[in-house]
């Protein structure tokens, strides 16, 4: 399973980088405005910082929500490196445009992505990745592990190539969870991912190397 860090903090991207483990970001408006960068040629510039600190793929989303719009913008972000990949959300002109960067061979990753039948569209449309948002389904009640199971199901039925990214994962248990479930990338905080870091066992063991050892030395 493909780790990215759910983030346009560029100083996470580093430590994540750093890990070793890091293999794409994924970000969203809220997610640059949550860094106060604002402005067109500063959220380009953004991401291309960004893609100068991983090797993987850089999800950049399109404002646009009308087909021309999301064609100009996209292309124009597909355009300003060879990492990025264009995010488009989960609406009728956005199937058309996922359909169209296809065909032109750039890559995306469709966003907002709710239930099966949205995945099931975005698959047949071409996307490579496809983002079902499984935090935000848990937040009202629904089992958002459940979604990726049945993607993972509908795309192994036909062999859909479209990547399933689980998105809006909030905490470890989630990452656990997704890589059972066969999801092919999960994206979300750094939090999460050092989470998988954690053993008390580990840390009182290691405690009693290094007493053992300095006995002995
Ligand atoms: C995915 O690409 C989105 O940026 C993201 O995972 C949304 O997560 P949230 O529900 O925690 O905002």
Known sequence: MKFFIDTANLDQ??????????????TNPSLMAKEGITGRNNILK????ICTIVEGDVSAEVIATDFEGMVKEGEALAELHDQIVVKVPM???????????SDKGIATNCTLVFSAGQALLAAKAGATYVSPFIGRLDDISTDGLNLIAEIRMIYDNYGFETQILAASVR?????????????????????????????PLTDIGLAKFLADYKKGN
Do not use: N, W
């Open 91 to 101: 609406i009728k002109d956005g199937v058309k445009a996922l359909k169209y960067f």
């Open 13 to 26: 991207i580093r430590e994540a980088q750093a890990l070793g483990v890091l293999d794409g970001v994924t």
């Open 171 to 199: 905490h470890t248990m989630h990452v656990i969870d997704c890589a059972k479930l066969g999801a092919d990338v999960m994206t979300g905080p750094l939090s999460a991912i050092e989470g998988l870091l954690k053993h």
């Open 46 to 49: 953004h991401y291309v910082d």
